[in-house]
């Protein structure tokens, strides 16, 4: 009998062995090979058009939409009275239809609805997109089954297992790299493993990218600005070409990540009280840019996550540096995915949990023509115009609104400002009014 059991756990431990040797085979020379060298075997352009295929079935022929007219909605609310009413008498219960109407467009207003995932035509098949869908049948059923056992039993697995590998030789290519004395063949071999190591990390998450007006690139000694939605904007922007990174310096994985990047590339990282000093980020940042050799700087002047509906408010800061600005729009295709970061709701490791249990990450990226401060063109101005650019487009709304607004309280001068319309209209009215008797008393 023991001689059975360990004659099964031999035949279970080479068939175990077999399967994970096979799932690395395939791996490696399939995805991450391919992926160092920028190169594609066309397998996600099949998937992704297989996907289309069957979201437009689902949408077109199994997917209906809740919600109905005043008369639908009403006819719920007088339904739980105990009392009849015909048709044509006023209702108390009428009122809470209003009611809650009001609160609606109170509570989604242009700004808070930026905070928010963007609400989908049709559902695509993923659990957390169904709340605002019902079910209909038993195909649509079935083919959600199919889907959550494809996305967390196939496709989970290889990509985590990409995503640990692209940043693990991230850490150690670019800590090896970080010996080599500063020249070309250093400079050379950083953006390759950069490189090498982002376009890992983007199979890791099935991106499909398509890249518009590549003669736009941001070219070095340059300012890149993007819109954005996501913490692998980075990872897409940088599948393209290298950047210079900016941010806050940051302990435990996210700091040794860090660390080992700049020993190789000069990323700019600051601490904590630096970021409060606008003049010492200022001034590391022209010194970056002056250096004509230096990779772009790659920053998002939004300050937060946006839900890639709209570009809101450009901090100014990154427009009182000097140089030249590389616009840059990113567009993603809700479909497949959420890219939304919320920041307030999920945190990192459940951010990306979520993207890498979606069906595929599609987005759209164009390089606008490089732009400068025009004569007399203060940097608000400045900012103000890239924004409009960049949202033009990408087909995004431009917002005037700060996204600061998703943490913090409306600023007081923002209250001001409506104060003094407020005042200026009543003392102007009071005016008048003073002015229309003497003005009658003087015709008189």
């Known amino acids: 009998m023991t001689d059975l059991c360990e004659g099964g756990m031999d035949d279970l431990w080479s068939i175990t062995t077999l399967l994970l040797q096979v799932w690395f085979s395939v791996m490696i020379g399939l995805i991450m090979i391919p992926a160092m060298f920028g190169l594609s075997l066309g397998v996600t352009s099949v ?204 302990s435990g994985l996210m ?49 937060t996550c946006i839900n890639n509906t709209s570009v809101m408010m450009f901090k100014k800061g990154s427009f009182e540096i000097g140089g030249t600005i590389y616009p840059v729009a990113i567009k993603y295709d809700p479909r497949f995915g959420d890219a939304f970061w919320n920041s307030a709701k999920y945190n990192m490791v459940s951010y990306l949990l979520r993207m890498m249990t979606s069906w595929a990450i599609v987005v759209n990226v164009w390089y606008l023509p490089p732009m400068t401060r025009q004569e007399g063109e203060d940097a608000t101005k400045f900012a103000n115009r890239v924004k409009s650019a960049i949202a033009h487009q990408g087909g995004l709304l431009d917002m005037a609104w700060d996204g600061s607004l998703k943490r913090d309280k409306v600023k007081e001068e923002f209250k001001e400002h409506q104060q003094k319309m407020y005042s200026s209209m009543v003392v102007g009215t009071k005016a008048r009014n003073s002015q229309e008797p003497h003005t009658e008393s003087t015709k008189s």
Request: charged content about 20%; overall charge positive.
């Open 47 to 250: 998937y992704i058009q297989i996907l289309v295929k069957i979201l437009e079935v689902t949408a077109g022929r199994l997917i209906q939409r809740e919600g109905g007219s005043m008369e639908q909605e009403m006819g719920e609310l007088r339904r739980y009275r105990t009392q009849s009413i015909s048709r044509g008498e006023f209702a108390l219960s009428d009122s809470f239809y209003f009611y809650r109407k009001g609160l609606e467009s109170i509570v989604d207003d242009q700004v808070t609805q930026r905070f928010s995932s963007e609400e989908l035509v049709s559902w695509n098949l993923l659990t957390r997109t169904n709340h605002n869908f019902h079910y209909i049948s038993l195909r649509l059923t079935i083919i959600w089954g199919l889907g959550v056992i494809i996305r967390y039993c196939v496709l989970f697995p290889l990509r985590i297992t990409l995503a640990i590998i692209g940043i693990s030789w991230l850490v150690i290519g670019t800590t090896l790299v970080g010996f080599l004395p500063n020249r070309r063949v250093k400079n050379w071999l950083s953006e390759l493993v950069h490189l090498m190591c982002y376009r890992i990390c983007a199979r890791g998450l099935s991106a499909t990218i398509q890249y518009h007006n590549k003669n736009n690139k941001p070219q070095k000694g340059g300012i890149c600005v993007a819109n954005h939605t996501s913490p692998i904007d980075i990872v897409i922007l940088a599948n393209d070409g290298c950047y210079a990174m900016v941010g806050q310096s940051h």
């Open 255 to 303: 700091g040794v990540i860090q660390r080992s990047m700049v020993r190789s590339c000069p990323h700019v990282w600051f601490e904590r009280s630096e970021m409060r000093d606008r003049h010492a980020v200022t001034s590391r940042l022209r010194a970056h840019v002056a250096a004509k050799r230096n990779l772009p700087i790659l920053i998002f002047p939004e300050g």
